[in-house]
């Protein structure tokens, strides 16, 4: 994956010191962070607080000569969406507003990048008229407008019993959507069976769908070899992975709908002796916290843990719902909007308003270290981290609790006998002393909560 750039942006980032808008040491900063984060410098400006993005763009429009649109509230020409696909809107921030003759007008984030009015004059086979707009707001009118359209599309979950994806399969269609069509019929049947992961894996005949059910693999038929090369390619497609790559790992996310309700899926390659292995696993938007926690005590206990410095640990087994909860607890948190909430995961299983959702990348070295090194700079409050893998890394997050800080983590845990087990190791006496609250879900209608002296308690010390 390459570095997200923008073109306009790196040509004029020293006019934004020489304009007094930001001074240099900031600039630099801010670059050294979109590196790491992968975004441009104009978002890794907004995003650290040095300029607004009202002040950007006047700064961009004066600059450029080229009009602002404000997309919020801007009804795009439905017509002009096959000018550009789904896959470039995405990559190059740009989106199609309307055609007049010859002329398509696009919004677009970065206006200098000739490299991508280039190839959609070439695609859309007329000239090109760019009008400035905010990143921010062109990814949500792509969302809005054709991103579910075009990619796997709605799923409906009224089905008889039995349903199986194969019919679909079987079909005699030979139009340039069948691939789509039993990706989404795979889909279907994992919604309806309440599956949450799916692998796909290379056999003798073919590439095997498996629905993994209480922690056994159930094989639900082959896709034959003649289509294993579309379906692959078709699937990273729609994940936004590369489809040319097959020798090293990718990790991307699918996004359908299911009655109407945006559900989302991560979706892991990984290369084998038997061609490419695909994991996906699905996750349903979260719920209110007061939905999931009815007991009032219970209720409270949290709602404090998310006042509180300290660590609000959520303990299950795997596929007991701990990452739902998660986002059910940053769901409550968001609506004190004075808190500045972030988070540190593989990939954003959902895109929550107002908290800042980081997403490792190894391709450019942001890896939880790297956030280690930088996230104070943000100065959150609330912290999620998705998993720890060192013990450097345990020790200086469980550090920032005497900082004032929040720290949501998870922690895999069987039941409570295997719990306790777990935190009789010394490495856990630090964590054990700033759990602020535990979340322990035992199933889907049971869920423990602990505050600091019920879980010393129950744990001995």
């Known amino acids: 994956m390459n570095i997200i750039t923008n073109k306009t942006l790196e040509t004029l980032k020293y006019d934004l010191v020489r304009e007094g808008l930001v001074q240099y040491e900031v600039v630099e900063q801010a670059?050294?962070?979109?590196?790491?984060?992968?975004?441009?410098?104009?978002?890794?400006?907004?995003?650290?607080?040095?300029?607004?993005?009202?002040?950007?763009?006047?700064?961009l429009e004066s600059k450029l000569h080229t009009p602002f649109v404000?997309?919020?509230?801007?009804?795009?020409?439905?017509?002009?969406?096959?000018?550009?696909?789904?896959?470039?809107?995405?990559?190059?921030?740009?989106?199609?507003?309307?055609?007049?003759?010859?002329?398509?007008?696009?919004?677009?984030?970065?206006?200098?990048?000739?490299?991508?009015?280039?190839?959609?004059?070439?695609?859309?086979?007329?000239?090109?008229?760019?009008?400035?707009?905010?990143?921010?707001?062109?990814?949500?009118?792509?969302?809005?407008?054709?991103?579910?359209?075009?990619?796997?599309?709605?799923?409906?979950?009224?089905?008889?019993?039995?349903?199986?994806?194969q019919d679909e399969l079987h079909k005699e269609d030979l139009?340039?959507?069948?691939?789509?069509?039993?990706?989404?019929?795979?889909?279907?049947?994992?919604?309806l069976e309440n599956i949450h992961e799916v692998t796909f894996q290379g056999e003798e005949d073919g590439l095997g769908v498996n629905f993994k059910n209480q922690g056994e693999l159930n094989n639900k038929g082959i896709i034959p070899t003649a289509l294993v090369a579309s379906f692959v390619a078709k699937l990273k497609t729609l994940s936004e992975l590369d489809p040319s790559v097959s020798e090293v790992p990718q990790l991307g996310k699918l996004c359908?709908?299911?009655?109407?309700?945006?559900?989302?899926?991560?979706?892991?390659?990984?290369?084998?002796?038997?061609?490419?292995?695909?994991?996906?696993?699905?996750?349903?938007?979260?719920?209110?916290?007061?939905?999931?926690?009815?007991?009032?005590?219970?209720?409270?206990?949290?709602?404090?843990?998310?006042?509180?410095?300290?660590?609000?640990?959520?303990?299950?087994?795997?596929?007991?719902?701990?990452?739902?909860?998660?986002?059910?607890?940053?769901?409550?948190?968001?609506?004190?909007?004075?808190?500045?909430?972030?988070?540190?995961?593989?990939?954003?299983?959902?895109?929550?308003?107002?908290?800042?959702?980081?997403?490792?990348?190894?391709?450019?070295?942001?890896?939880m270290?790297?956030?280690?090194?930088?996230?104070?700079?943000?100065?959150?409050?609330?912290?999620?981290?998705?998993g720890i893998k060192s013990k450097e890394s345990f020790d200086y997050f469980s550090s920032l609790v005497y900082n004032d800080k929040t720290i949501i983590m998870e922690f895999l845990a069987n039941n409570m006998e295997d719990l306790r087990s777990k935190m009789a190791f010394s490495d856990f006496d630090t964590l054990k002393s700033i759990i602020s609250c535990m979340i322990f879900i035992h199933s889907k209608t049971s869920v423990e909560v602990f505050n600091r002296e019920t879980l010393q308690k129950y744990l001995g010390d």
């Open 31 to 59: 670059e050294e962070i979109a590196n790491a984060q992968n975004i441009n410098i104009g978002q890794a400006l907004i995003n650290s607080g040095f300029i607004t993005e009202e002040q950007l763009i006047k700064f």
């Open 70 to 165: 404000n997309l919020d509230d801007y009804d795009l020409d439905k017509k002009c969406l096959k000018y550009i696909n789904f896959s470039d809107a995405r990559r190059y921030k740009i989106i199609p507003l309307f055609k007049i003759e010859n002329t398509l007008t696009v919004a677009m984030a970065d206006p200098r990048d000739l490299f991508a009015i280039d190839k959609i004059m070439e695609s859309a086979e007329c000239e090109i008229d760019p009008v400035l707009s905010s990143e921010e707001s062109i990814l949500k009118k792509i969302d809005e407008y054709y991103k579910f359209d075009v990619s796997v599309g709605n799923i409906s979950t009224d089905a008889n019993t039995g349903y199986d994806w």
């Open 175 to 191: 139009s340039d959507n069948h691939i789509q069509k039993i990706i989404r019929a795979i889909l279907k049947q994992a919604i």
């Open 256 to 367: 359908f709908k299911v009655d109407e309700l945006i559900v989302l899926a991560s979706v892991s390659t990984f290369p084998t002796i038997m061609g490419e292995r695909i994991f996906l696993k699905i996750y349903k938007p979260p719920k209110e916290i007061n939905q999931i926690i009815t007991t009032k005590n219970d209720l409270a206990e949290i709602k404090q843990a998310l006042k509180t410095p300290g660590i609000i640990l959520v303990c299950g087994s795997s596929l007991s719902g701990k990452t739902h909860m998660i986002y059910s607890l940053l769901l409550e948190a968001v609506k004190n909007k004075s808190r500045n909430i972030m988070t540190l995961e593989s990939i954003s299983k959902y895109e929550l308003n107002g908290v800042n959702q980081c997403e490792f990348n190894e391709n450019v070295g942001f890896n």
């Open 369 to 386: 270290d790297k956030a280690a090194r930088f996230i104070e700079f943000q100065n959150p409050q609330i912290i999620y981290l998705e």
